[in-house]
DNA sequence: CCATTCATACTGGTATGGTAGTATCCATTG
DNA sequence: CAATGGATACTACCATACCAGTATGAATGG
């Protein structure tokens, strides 16, 4: 866990919280963990108070928990939060298809879908996880701003981190993730052809699928939740 | 505009944040008003830290906009944005009214709609323009914990407050309020019959009327919109 | 009279010190 | 030996001081 300052990504503050945000998610910081602001300040190399407002910032997105004069610890999965998050995530989600049907999307935007989909073939052909994810993330993160509506992505942006938390768990594999590229594509498919009920079928499927492992990684890693 | 600490609601920084929050919606600090953190310290009577986190918090639902070394100000309503929040709320709560419909509701839940409904009556007889609005949002928040969705309404906190602020504008006389109980009433019986379909159909109907009156206030106060 | 420069008074971000409250552990006591 | 009391080492929160940028306006030079 090498923590590093950069020179112009915002304030210190701002990346501190990127960095743990992206810990967390990433299971490096599970959850349960003592998150101390002294600790990290040293780690970091800065005084405590910037610690203590990415603390503020990952608290308000739920991802840690301040007890005053107790203690930050990374909160525990719970898989009730899962389903409730899911459940938004794809309401939302299920709306931006449907709009983006209604708008027609420009062609820059339909090219930068397609090539966001084909970066994600690319990515897991080399196994590349990451990459994938950054892939799907700008997908949908482009296709909400293709349907004129950023803010839902902007919305959607607290729950997502919990959500990918639990795929971070799920999605370990490059066979697990394959499937994800056609449901992308269908959904693509649909907007294109402006068939609203089958872009918003083809979304909800999509968004229903993610959650599919919790019940076997709850098992298995009971630990992690609370 | 009376400021004033209790002595145990939370932080310091929470509350000034809730206040600022309310002055903002309620248009007592109007779009555009610069906001310095040393002149809320002294009116407070804290230290800037505090103000500071609040102005954090407020900046992350957008309320404000803090340009570092520049200045904060209360960012003026985009009727972009009003659109956008409007669609991800209905997309949100329509979800809420089916899922309402699919769990049956208990019977405690049902009187405490029930009553809230009444209570928005008893309110509009009064001329009681904030006890509506207050039992308005108890409504909407007892139905998504009703259906078990609590995080739906956490998820909407952010958004409602932008769209609380047009409303400020547009609700300011019981018989345009008067309309909203009839819908509530609509939502609440469909959901008690468990007709998901009606259910859904009488939210998003409820929630596409709250911003009819936007074209006029943007045309009158164009000064407010940016 | 207009353009440029530069001192000044702000701004938000960070560093550091102090305070009150909580948990822990060990000595003391029944 | 079990239970209780108190010292200690934490914690988050707030206050204060300092820093580095930005806007403003007056003074200066053309």
């Known amino acids: ?125 080399r196994d590349d996880i990451e990459g994938f994810k950054i892939a799907d993330e700008r997908f949908h993160q482009n296709l909400a701003r293709a349907a004129g509506l950023e803010l839902a992505w902007q919305t959607i942006g607290d729950i997502k981190a919990h959500l990918d938390r639990v795929c971070h768990l799920t999605l370990t594999n490059a066979q697990a993730m394959r499937p994800l590229i056609g449901q992308h594509q269908k959904i693509l498919e649909a907007v294109l052809s402006r068939d609203a009920d089958a872009a918003e079928q083809a979304m909800r499927f999509h968004l229903t699928e993610i959650l599919r492992a919790l019940p076997v990684v709850m098992a298995e890693r009971a630990d992690l939740f609370g």
Chains 1, 2 share one sequence.
Do not use: Y
Request: glycine residues 4%.
């Open 1 to 125: 866990m090498n923590f590093h300052i950069a020179p112009d990504t915002g304030s210190a503050a701002r990346q501190i919280e990127r960095q743990l945000r992206a810990s967390i998610i990433s299971m490096e910081l599970p959850p349960g963990t003592r998150l101390s602001e002294t600790e990290f300040a040293e780690k970091f190399g800065v005084s405590r108070q910037p610690v203590r407002e990415a603390l503020i910032a990952l608290a308000r997105a739920e991802l840690v928990s301040i007890l005053p004069q107790r203690g930050t610890t990374v909160v525990k999965i719970s898989a009730d939060r899962m389903m409730q998050a899911r459940f938004i995530r794809e309401q939302i989600e299920a709306g931006v298809a449907r709009r983006a049907c209604e708008v027609q999307v420009s062609t820059t935007d339909h090219q930068m879908l397609d090539e966001l989909i084909r970066r994600q073939d690319e990515a897991l052909s």
